[in-house]
């Protein structure tokens, strides 16, 4: 009998020793696969932070300042060196896209015409917004790139003694960034004078 019982002990041992072995590889495994989730996770989130900031580098946020008594708007962008731009006016004003040579601007001189002959009638002294789809051209690196965006050119008609009205403009506001021809004449439908 006691052979018995020591063969049942020894065949516990092994059970129990068997039982601590699946149990170490079971706690392997699991060890394994949270080092490789977490790395998954890490190459996302690193993925995710250089293509943020490919993103914010590329972005491209256009200031227009008054210049020349307000007849010319000079765009520039502080994260970028522009090299041409095309503004794009909605159709019903009846302008052709215009691309300025050198620097890129906006004259007023472009739409002053039709702005003062759509509010002929009002009063002198008004101010409102023409929507613009400005594409501009830089480089990033070593890679051409284009950046689209509506834009608000901000304006102001001044009455002049003995001379009429006059156009001025005073800034420029994104509207929205991307933008298309549609939804530049969209927005000209609701802002126009």
Known sequence: MSETSEAATRRRWVTLAEAIAVAGLLIGALTLWLNWSDKRDERAAAAAAREASRSERTRVDLVGSAQDDGRTLTLRDERHDLSEATIVFPRPVGIPAQHPSGDPVIQAAWFAHELLTMTDGGPDTRTGR????????????????????????????????????????????????????????????????
């Open 130 to 193: 023409l929507p613009v789809l400005i594409t501009v051209h830089f480089i990033d690196g070593d890679t051409p790139r284009n950046a689209t965006a509506i834009y608000d050119i901000i304006w102001r008609i001044d009455g002049r003694m003995l001379r009429g009205r006059e156009v001025k403009l005073e800034g420029l506001r994104l509207r929205e960034r991307c933008g298309d021809q549609a939804a530049l004449d969209a927005l000209w439908a609701r802002l126009k004078p």
